[in-house]
Nanobody, 124 residues
């Protein structure tokens, strides 16, 4: 079992930056592939990015590629989402999730544990 807690959300103007953090407690953090997802009002939850257990492989959604960066610090049991050049369409609740499998996945249904989410609002 692992507990995930996101932080770092807030209100930012278009073109600005935010860094989200997701702190994990419980079993060894390096056992988990970590994903980031987001959900805007009235929309389905969508994949943002995913990082492998030791950070050597990362996959991003096309909508954020080149603007967002995922990283992790296994010593601190934390995964990060650095978001630059933010756009109003990035407004959503952002969730981190942990997957016990080795393969990286874009499917939210394959993730085993979820945080409570943190709101990101980008004003135009």
């Amino acid at each position: 079992q692992v507990r995930l807690v996101e932080s770092g959300g807030g209100l930012v103007q278009a073109g600005g930056s935010l860094r989200l953090s997701c702190a994990a407690s419980g079993r060894a953090f390096s056992n988990y592939v970590m994903g980031w997802f987001r959900q805007a009002p009235g929309k389905e939850r969508e994949f943002v990015g995913v990082i492998s257990r030791y950070g050597d492989t990362i996959d991003y959604a096309d909508s954020v590629k080149g603007r967002f960066t995922i990283s992790r610090d296994n010593a601190k049991n934390t995964v990060y989402l650095q978001m630059n050049s933010l756009k109003p369409e990035d407004t959503a609740v952002y969730y981190c999730a942990a997957d016990t499998r080795i393969a990286l996945s874009r499917l939210s249904t394959l993730y085993d544990y979820w945080g409570q989410g943190t709101q990101v609002t980008v004003s135009s």
